[in-house]
């Protein structure tokens, strides 16, 4: 029998979170959450990401510092250089509000968690 407690690793947080409100962006990471486009920006721009030093920075840090805090194992160039100077763009039409990041709990009409919205999904699934 599976361990109910080595499960957690098994769940799929993006399938059942996605962003719902900006905020400061403290508590979102730059490259790994998806926060623009629908898709981490790792995902979608992979070249840049596998270039980047500090896979772990913040949106807030990146906004707040300028794009000088993101550093590369080297210097982009060809079509690195064009995905960093896409993504530049992008982000410019963003802007980070004073409020905490949230997520949306895709699981409730309302958005919001709740142990009844999570178990009612489970109980789909028989272990």
């Known amino acids: 029998m599976l361990n109910l407690l080595r499960k957690n690793h098994l769940v799929n947080w993006q399938a059942v979170c996605q962003p719902n ?3 400061n962006g403290k508590r979102t990471l730059f490259w790994k959450d998806d926060w623009w486009g629908g898709k981490s920006l790792a995902i979608q721009f992979p070249r840049l990401f596998a270039l980047a030093l500090n896979k772990d920075i913040s949106v807030h840090t990146v906004f707040s510092s300028g ?3 993101i550093r590369f194992r080297r210097t982009p160039f060809g079509v690195s250089l064009q995905q ?6 992008l982000c410019n ?3 980070l509000t004073d409020g905490k990041d949230k997520l949306f709990w895709k699981l409730d009409a309302r958005g919001r968690f ?3 919205s999570l178990y009612r999904t489970l109980k ?3 272990v």
């Not at 960093?84 to 763009?89: G, P, S, T, V, Y």
């Open 21 to 23: 409100d900006q905020g």
């Open 67 to 69: 794009w000088g805090v």
């Open 84 to 89: 960093w100077e896409d993504l530049k763009c």
């Open 93 to 95: 039409l963003v802007s």
């Open 114 to 116: 709740s142990v009844g």
């Open 124 to 126: 789909r699934f028989p």
